[in-house]
């Protein structure tokens, strides 16, 4: 099994930026697609970006030019830098690995971590 740890959410100004951190562990033998959602109170769970191994990148439209993902694949880490967030930007973060585990068979991996609570207010 893997493990994924969400880290650096918490409370910002309107217009301030966090950098949110998403650290994968266990029995992981290649992760293919690591992605950050979102979801906000009474809202489904949506996209925020993702981004594959070779670093190809794919963002929802809200947050198109102002953040930013990318990863280290050494690490089986993955970040988001949150710049101008805005309230509506509030939400719980998940992250999200795709790829295959270390096992006899080399079983599918798609494992979410259990998110890190952004809320932008002032």
């Known amino acids: 099994q893997a493990q994924l740890v969400e880290s650096g959410g918490g409370l910002v100004n309107p217009g301030g930026s966090l950098r949110l951190s998403c650290t994968a562990s266990?029995?992981?033998?290649?992760?293919?697609?690591m992605s950050w959602y979102r979801q906000a109170p009474g809202k489904q769970r949506e996209l925020v970006a993702s981004?594959?191994?070779?670093?190809?990148?794919n963002y929802g439209d809200s947050v198109k030019g102002r953040f930013t993902i990318f990863r280290d694949n050494a690490e089986n880490m993955m970040y988001l830098q949150m710049n101008s967030l805005k309230p509506e930007d509030t939400a719980v973060y998940y992250c999200?690995?795709?790829?295959?585990?270390?096992?006899?068979?080399?079983?599918?991996?798609?494992?979410w971590g259990k998110g890190t609570l952004v809320t932008v207010s002032s």
């Open positions: 999200n690995a795709v790829g295959f585990y270390s096992d006899s068979n080399y079983s599918r991996m798609d494992h």
């Open positions: 981004i594959s191994r070779s670093n190809r990148t």
């Open positions: 266990g029995n992981i033998f290649v992760i293919v697609t």
